[in-house]
């Protein structure tokens, strides 16, 4: 046979056995276009709705041809029809079942997957292909193997025989599953092994009968991967959590954990999704710790729910128990850490409109200390706020009301019925360069309180309070061009408040959900010192203070400094005083937050009292970025006197708590030391007790399709015989060393310890500005 140029015999295969001749011209044109990449991901790509009756192009050194039964070709042979594209030797078309086999170093791709095999035949009217001595990689996501026969029945449905499949690179056999047979569903994105064993570096580490595994992102019912870890107060652990899949919006992941010390615990997170919301139940059973046999079984349990229904319909619980005071003491939880106090046990139901709105609230507390300082239960309150924009021009309108039950365990303490009632009228004016906001409310209180066993002479069975406040705050933004720094703005932006509550004696009302509120710069400004309506401060006073930004080119802040200051006209108010003789002055307040080139950051905050010329308070953040890693050290301070004077006994005894106040500092560390390895580092140290708090270290190595992580930590758990014979008390730490690895690319694309650590210090921004 002469030979013919490739782009005719296309020409000439397409019109004499493929096409109509009103098409073979077109494939003239066609034959010169751009073929599809042969390694690239068409998943996505638009298709016809019957893309087996496409027009085939076919290019080829040779072509022998029976009219009617088959044509052969040879030399360079490509063959191309959609998606589909074939490379090879020879291929063979047999024309009354519209069949083509290809063979001898064939390359095939149809947008999912790449393949090199020694034989490929193809229907071209049906999406059946068959592979023999094959192998071949996915292109839409992880995943290449082999296999002596490979079958694909639908359009990314395949069936492997004597084959194999791992997430790693070519040249990498890090791992791999080798099965009898294996079922692949890209649309399903999950693949079935039978008879598969696990090997690492070619070497089987264990054989199963049937297991499935996710090759996507999709949810797949089966085992995660297990973390095995050693601790001084368990011993040897072991997690292995199963998953499952029960539905679109419902699932389950159920964690067996072995503990050498303690026994064997079961822990359960169910999540759900419905028309009223989404929601999880965390539930945690030891049946038997033998570390603690007198405390019998030890359990836990959380729920969560948030929902909104219609627009108008606001759902929310949040309810959490244990079994005993020493839960998160003696036992790692999710559920809460060892720092908490108290469990919260809340629900809420709120409707909402455009101007009202209305919530039915019930919350109670799990106590997790043995102090007879136990709060108070709400059951229930019953909320109403109606909001009045604009009554009049420059004029809106706001009422708060409620009505609350509160009920309590704690001996000597009195149940209430709390009724409050509270309009405001708010005055506002601004510009784009300032405002001025003047309000009036009236805070009208009822208490009906139960005094039987009652121990405080002071309270009254019957109590009405009306008391008025007023307040005027006005605020500008200047804005300039700095002289200093070029193409640099800066802003200074100063404040003055007016606030005015008469002072009222309250002695008589109990304190029922009353907390003192936060002191810092913009606390300032606040109309209120405490939270709640039991305890409503006197206050006759100017709040003044100013801030200052600095913006670059790009307007992006790089420095905002703010100071401020109140000045008591009646200094009686003041509840940071440190002596009978304290001015009217409060102590300054300073904020500041720093970002240099997005690399050094820093934050930090006093309270200076000018009366005792020392720092009441104070907090500290620098951290330094680079590209592999960052660096960060940060300080707390608070004075003894600070704390007392203004919580005074509403913790307890504080000697239980501290000597000398707080006074605390912490080192935190990441770096990248390889493109696989990295490590961090977290310590933190009590200067006050001259002891480490805890500290944290971490190594991880993440290869392309495995990763393994290794950690150890040294904590604090507690003081022997107990804090309140420091400094003759003992410190008694725990120590943990912990393992945990997976694989990557089938069901999990994390590396070794990439989650948080289950320290109760851990790493914070130290920059707080929105950009």
């Known amino acids: 046979m002469s030979p013919f140029s490739r782009t005719l015999l296309a020409a000439s295969i397409s019109a004499a056995l493929f096409v109509p001749q009103t098409q073979a011209e077109a494939m003239v044109n066609d034959s010169v276009q751009e073929l599809p990449a042969i390694d690239q991901c068409l998943i996505d790509t638009p298709e016809p709705e019957n893309p087996n009756q496409q027009p085939v192009s076919v290019e080829a050194d040779s072509l022998e041809a029976i009219n009617g039964d088959k044509a052969t070709y040879k030399g360079d042979v490509v063959v191309v029809q959609g998606n589909k594209r074939f490379q090879a030797d020879q291929v063979t078309l047999h024309q009354k079942e519209n069949i083509i086999v290809a063979e001898g170093n064939v390359v095939f791709s149809d947008g999912t997957v790449k393949s090199t095999s020694d034989k490929v035949t193809n229907n071209l009217t049906s999406e059946d292909i068959t592979l023999e001595n094959t192998k071949y990689k996915f292109l839409c996501e992880p995943g290449r193997g082999d296999a002596v026969y490979i079958a694909k029945t639908g359009k990314a449905v395949y069936e492997i025989e004597d084959g194999s499949i791992t997430s790693c690179p070519e040249g990498d056999n890090a791992w791999r599953m080798k099965a009898s047979g294996i079922e692949v569903d890209q649309n399903e994105e999950v693949a079935t092994f039978y008879n598969p064993r696990f090997e690492v570096l070619d070497v089987p580490v264990f054989y199963i009968p049937y297991v499935t595994v996710p090759i996507?992102?999709?949810?797949?019912?089966?085992?995660?991967?297990?973390?095995?870890?050693?601790?001084?107060?368990?011993?040897?652990e072991l997690e292995v959590p199963f998953y499952w899949n029960i539905a679109p919006n419902y699932d389950l992941e159920s964690t067996i954990k072995y503990m050498q010390e303690r026994g064997t615990q079961l822990n359960n997170k169910f999540r759900y999704l419905t028309i009223l919301g989404e929601g999880e139940i965390e539930a945690e059973y030891l049946p038997d710790d033998r570390k603690f046999s007198e405390k019998g079984a030890r359990w836990g349990v959380q729920y969560k729910h948030d929902g909104v229904y219609q627009q108008a319909w606001k759902f929310n619980i949040d309810y959490s128990q244990v079994s005993d005071v020493d839960y998160f003491t003696d036992v790692d939880s999710s559920i809460g850490s060892r720092e908490d106090g108290q469990l919260i046990q809340e629900g809420r139901v709120q409707y909402r409109s455009a101007n009202w709105d209305a919530t039915l609230l019930t919350r109670d507390f799990q106590v997790l200390t043995e102090s007879d300082n136990l709060p108070y239960h709400i059951l229930p309150q019953l909320e109403f706020n109606y909001y009045s924009p604009e009554l009049m021009r420059y004029l809106d309108f706001d009422l708060i009301s409620h009505v609350t039950r509160f009920d309590t365990e704690a001996k000597g303490k009195p149940s209430a019925t709390r009724v409050h009632i509270e309009p405001g009228l708010t005055v506002p004016i601004g510009t784009t360069w300032g405002s001025w906001t003047t309000e009036a409310r009236l805070l009208g209180t009822h208490y009906q309180q139960d005094l039987n066993g009652v121990t405080d002479p002071d309270l009254e069975e019957s109590v009405t309070r009306i008391i008025p406040e007023v307040r005027s705050h006005a605020a500008v933004v200047l804005e300039r061009d700095t002289f200093v720094l070029d193409n640099?703005?800066?802003?200074?932006?100063?404040?003055?408040?007016?606030?005015?509550?008469?002072?009222?004696?309250?002695?008589?009302?109990?304190?029922?959900?009353?907390?003192?509120?936060?002191?810092?710069?913009?606390?300032?400004?606040?109309?209120?010192?405490?939270?709640?309506?039991?305890?409503?401060?006197?206050?006759?006073?100017?709040?003044?203070?100013?801030?200052?930004?600095?913006?670059?080119?790009?307007?992006?802040?790089?420095?905002?400094?703010s100071f401020g200051q109140i000045i008591y006209i009646d200094?009686?108010?003041?509840?940071?005083?440190?002596?009978?003789?304290?001015?009217?002055?409060?102590?300054?307040?300073?904020?500041?937050?720093?970002?240099?080139?997005?690399?050094?950051?820093?934050?930090?905050?006093?309270?200076?009292?000018?009366?005792?010329?020392?720092?009441?308070?104070?907090?500290?953040?620098?951290?330094?970025?680079?590209?592999?890693?960052?660096?960060?050290?940060?300080?707390?301070?608070?004075?003894?006197?600070y704390i007392e004077n203004t919580l005074g006994d509403s913790l307890g005894e504080w000697d239980?708590?501290?000597?000398?106040?707080?006074?605390?500092?912490?080192?935190?560390?990441?770096?990248?030391?390889?493109?696989?390895?990295?490590?961090?580092?977290?310590?933190?140290?009590?200067?006050?007790?001259?002891?480490?708090?805890?500290?944290?270290?971490?190594?991880?190595?993440?290869?392309?399709?495995?990763?393994?992580?290794?950690?150890?930590?040294?904590?604090?758990?507690?003081?022997?015989?107990?804090?309140?014979?420091y400094p003759n008390s003992k410190p008694e730490y725990e120590n943990n060393f912990s393992v945990n690895f997976g694989i990557i690319g089938f069901g999990t694309n994390l590396g070794g310890g990439s989650g948080s650590s289950d320290n109760s210090l851990g790493y914070g921004r130290p920059f707080f500005l929105n950009n």
Request: with cysteine; hydrophobic share 25%.
């Open 216 to 236: 996507g992102d999709t949810r797949k019912t089966g085992f995660l991967y297990p973390t095995i870890s050693y601790g001084s107060s368990d011993g040897l």
């Open 571 to 641: 200094k009686t108010n003041r509840l940071d005083k440190t002596s009978d003789k304290a001015s009217n002055y409060s102590a300054w307040a300073v904020e500041m937050d720093f970002n240099y080139d997005d690399y050094l950051f820093y934050h930090g905050g006093i309270q200076y009292d000018i009366d005792s010329s020392e720092v009441q308070l104070g907090n500290s953040t620098l951290e330094y970025r680079f590209d592999k890693g960052y660096i960060q050290g940060n300080y707390r301070y608070v004075t003894l006197d």
């Open 656 to 725: 239980s708590i501290t000597e000398d106040g707080i006074s605390q500092g912490g080192l935190l560390a990441s770096y990248q030391l390889t493109r696989h390895w990295d490590a961090s580092v977290q310590y933190f140290y009590d200067f006050t007790t001259e002891e480490t708090l805890e500290w944290l270290g971490r190594v991880n190595y993440t290869s392309d399709c495995w990763y393994i992580g290794f950690s150890y930590s040294n904590q604090l758990r507690n003081w022997k015989p107990d804090f309140n014979s």
């Open 488 to 561: 640099y703005t800066q802003t200074l932006e100063p404040q003055v408040q007016y606030l005015y509550v008469p002072e009222e004696e309250q002695s008589n009302i109990a304190n029922y959900d009353t907390t003192l509120l936060q002191t810092d710069y913009y606390g300032l400004f606040r109309s209120r010192k405490y939270s709640g309506v039991d305890k409503i401060q006197g206050a006759n006073q100017f709040s003044y203070g100013a801030s200052s930004r600095f913006f670059d080119s790009d307007y992006k802040e790089r420095l905002s400094v």
